[in-house]
């Protein structure tokens, strides 16, 4: 710098200059505040005096009946160099005197009005009404009866001048302060230069950089007052060495907190954009953790699910308030699957007045969602279980009847063909019913061993069952299976699963139909190591949507309404689990004229096999013709 001086006395005279004027500068400014405070304090007590003054003298006018006094008084008040304005109203706020005008062009403001019902008996108050003008105001009473109210206004400008005469002379002391150090300056440089330059290459180093880069500490070169500073100098140096470092390792735990919380985190700005956000939360919306700043949640999120979180976002900002445990529901991410979110949302202060951000705390609810969904349906099938077994009970009596009735047909009434044949087969389902009963008492535990089933006798009997809405309904039934071919099973459950096939099959036909029902011997598509018997049971009905399709196994899923209960297809699937077997879905729905319907595959291994076996499932679209 051109104008500093170069010499060592012209420098220490020179920071000494500015270092008083920065102290009779502060200096001032304290003077001046506490000499304001108190100009303001005597001018309030003044105002509080000059109020009950007028209000003496309107009360004094008034008990002799003589109200011009009160005009006269309310003027002279106006004169005072102190005061602004000066007036008299009634009680409910009317203006009756005034100091300068015409009483009836005069009205008072809303804060003055918001005074009268707080003023207390005969006792004056002072308030502001605005950040420069303050005012007083006293009731008036005669013989306890309020008559009027005095208001006098302060002159702030006479004020002003009281505190400007004190400025001014606080000026002229530091210019007599400032002459009076130069000279000692000049006196004492020889002795101060050295400890001074230091301390100014010092503070040099320091402003260059914040780390020092080796300059600190300072070299001490007395034992006086002037090495006191340079060791005081060393100490804050070393201290704010020391508290950068701890802030630096505070933002660097919570920078790892923020990127390693298992939860989602986000910050939001008043515009919902995107500020800051964690790996958690990138991970939850399956998008990049780089391509959130600065975007905004309907870019991200669909858009029932992105409105929701923004309406929650711009109401912390409107509230100023944190809000708990907001539950979320949709579809997406990476992989895309059905999600449920439990969203908190806080206001994020930078002053107590202001909040700058909206932080976000998303936690994945989506397991214990899919939990609570699982322990729904157990409850549902432990009911179902409980009803099952008091309908099973119920119905043992009746057909442990119809039981020995049609043995005793069967055996003493001489019966010839066809009843024999029909009375056989009757005993054949009812026979399957006692089954069903006492597998229902034990949700399908099977209590007998496996035998040898004819698969012709097992398919027959189950297409006889349904003979006769399969004419009603006009349905051409084409079988394909050997009549010599068996298969070692739990023939009643086999058959149980076939019937409810071939019924959901009939349900699907009602307009008139193909339904092909086939058995062969054939190999596990899976292992084909493993034979067995495949089961097809296929319709040219109405099909199925994919997403009915992917759920036909699901326990109290159906799509008949009052007429199902959706546990048919569910019981089924459990069978075949039971016997190691596998099941396969296709399905289509007609469009532009071409033929719709559905495909079942069941593949049931020969000999027993191991009854936690689980079977696999699939579902896809067909997009060839059924034959």
């Known amino acids: 710098m051109r104008w500093w001086p170069r010499s060592i006395r012209g420098q220490m005279l020179a920071g000494l200059v500015l270092l008083e004027a920065l ?101 004056p108050k002072v308030f502001a009404l605005d950040k420069v003008r303050r005012e007083g105001v006293k009731a008036i009473y005669t013989g306890g009866e309020l008559r009027g109210l005095a208001w006098v206004e302060t002159n702030r400008d006479w004020e002003h001048g009281q505190i400007g005469d004190i400025l ?40 260059s950089s914040t780390e020092g880069n080796g300059s600190f500490p300072l070299r001490v070169t007395g034992h006086n007052e002037m090495g006191d500073l340079i060791e005081a100098f060393n100490r804050m140096v070393a201290s704010l060495a020391e508290q950068r470092s701890g802030l630096n390792d505070t933002l660097s735990l919570l920078d790892s907190m923020l990127a390693n919380a298992p939860i989602g985190l986000a910050f939001f700005d008043r515009h919902c954009r995107f500020v800051r956000v964690n790996q958690a939360f990138a991970s939850m919306t399956g998008v990049p953790l780089s391509s959130h700043l600065g975007r905004t949640l309907p870019e991200l999120l669909p858009q029932p699910e992105a409105r929701e979180l923004e309406n929650l976002v711009q109401r912390v900002f ?15 991410g990476k992989p895309a699957q059905a999600w449920t979110w439990l969203v908190s949302a806080y206001p994020v202060r930078t002053t107590p007045q202001h909040v700058r951000w909206v932080g976000v705390i998303v936690l994945d609810a989506s397991r214990r969602k899919r939990a609570e969904e699982v322990l729904r349906k157990t409850d549902k099938l432990a009911a179902t279980g409980r009803l099952a077994a008091s309908i099973a009970h119920e119905i043992n009596n009746p057909l442990e009847a119809i039981t020995n009735l049609l043995y005793l047909l069967h055996n003493f009434c001489q019966l010839q ?211």
């Open 168 to 207: 001014r002379a606080t000026i002229l002391f530091g210019i007599i302060w400032i002459l009076a150090s130069v000279l000692m300056v000049l006196w004492m440089a020889r002795s101060l230069s050295r400890p001074l330059a230091i301390l100014n290459r010092g503070t040099r180093a320091l402003m």
């Open 417 to 627: 063909n066809p009843a024999l044949n029909y009375v056989t087969m009757a005993e054949d389902e009812v026979r399957r019913i006692a089954e069903i009963t006492q597998q229902t008492l034990r949700f399908y535990r099977q209590s007998t061993l496996p035998t040898h089933a004819t698969m012709a006798e097992l398919l027959d009997s189950v297409l006889t069952l349904y003979q006769g809405r399969l004419n009603r309904l006009n349905i051409q039934v084409e079988r394909d299976y050997d009549p010599a071919m068996v298969l070692f099973c739990f023939a009643g459950e086999i058959r149980q699963v076939i019937a409810n096939l071939v019924g959901n099959a009939i349900d699907a036909t009602s307009n008139g139909g193909r339904l092909l029902v086939r058995a062969r011997r054939s190999r596990n598509w899976v292992d084909p190591a493993q034979t067995g018997v495949r089961f097809m049971v296929a319709d040219s009905g109405t099909g199925m949507e994919p997403e009915v399709a992917e759920r036909v196994f699901e326990a109290f899923f159906t799509t008949k309404e009052v007429t199902g209960t959706g546990l048919g297809l569910w019981v089924s699937h459990e069978i075949i689990i039971k016997h190691g077997g596998l099941v396969h879905v296709r399905s289509r729905i007609a469009a532009h004229e071409k033929v719709s319907g559905t495909v079942f595959q069941l593949f049931i291994p020969d000999g027993p096999q191991p009854v936690a076996t689980e079977a696999w499932a699939s579902t896809e679209q067909s997009s060839q013709q059924k034959s």
């Open 318 to 332: 409107t509230d100023e308030e944190a809000e708990r445990d907001l539950e979320m529901s949709g579809q997406g």
């Open 23 to 123: 102290s009779l500068g502060l200096f001032a400014v304290v003077l001046i505040r506490q000499q304001k405070h108190e100009v303001y304090l005597h001018a309030d007590q003044r105002l509080t005096y000059q109020t009950a003054v007028v209000a003496l003298q309107a009360r004094e006018a008034l008990l002799e009946q003589r109200p011009g006094w009160v005009g006269l008084s309310v003027k002279m008040m106006g004169e005072a160099p102190d005061v602004a304005f000066a007036k008299v109203t009634d009680p409910v706020g009317n203006v009756l005197y005034v100091s300068q005008g015409v009483p009836e062009q005069s009205t008072l403001d809303p804060v003055e009005l918001a005074q009268i019902p707080l003023l207390r008996h005969e006792e």
